[in-house]
């Protein structure tokens, strides 16, 4: 086998590897979400005191994060089902995953300042 990636650029397989990828990135979220959220029923001090480690720019940017995991992993899982149930859908998958790109770096960008707006204005100085 040639060295360096099995993948060699092909578009479904790097959708199959990014849906994986984002699949795990929301299920260890959700475990996180639970537990934290779980915390004010053990303490009500505590869980104020953790919600208070996330409001930072780190956090935020992860926040970022998770929305474009949430929404390529969405989209693309459109995708794979118009292919799986769609008689035209293998054919048309190669277009159907550009499409998706396209509405995911469009929505994206439009999420930019909405999810983003307190660290901008924290390094911006503007509130």
């Known amino acids: 086998m040639p060295a360096g990636t099995m993948y060699r650029g092909r578009e479904g397989m790097w959708s199959w590897v990014a849906h994986r990828v984002t699949g795990v990135l929301i ?3 959700l475990f996180v979400h639970v537990l934290d959220t779980s915390l004010v029923r053990v303490s009500p001090e505590a869980y104020d005191t953790v919600i208070a480690t996330y409001k930072n720019p780190v956090v935020n940017l992860m926040e ?3 929305v474009a ?3 390529f992993h969405a989209l693309n899982g459109l995708r794979i ?3 799986d149930f769609w008689a035209k859908g293998p054919k048309m998958q ?3 995953l550009w499409s998706v790109v396209v509405v995911w770096v469009v929505l994206m960008l439009g999420s930019i300042y ?3 707006q307190h660290t901008i204005h ?3 100085g503007k509130g």
């Open 27 to 29: 299920f260890f979220f």
């Open 64 to 66: 970022f994060g998770l």
């Open 69 to 71: 995991a949430i929404l």
């Open 81 to 83: 089902i118009a292919v």
């Open 94 to 96: 190669r277009t159907m």
């Open 114 to 116: 909405p999810v983003l």
């Open 122 to 124: 924290q390094l911006f």
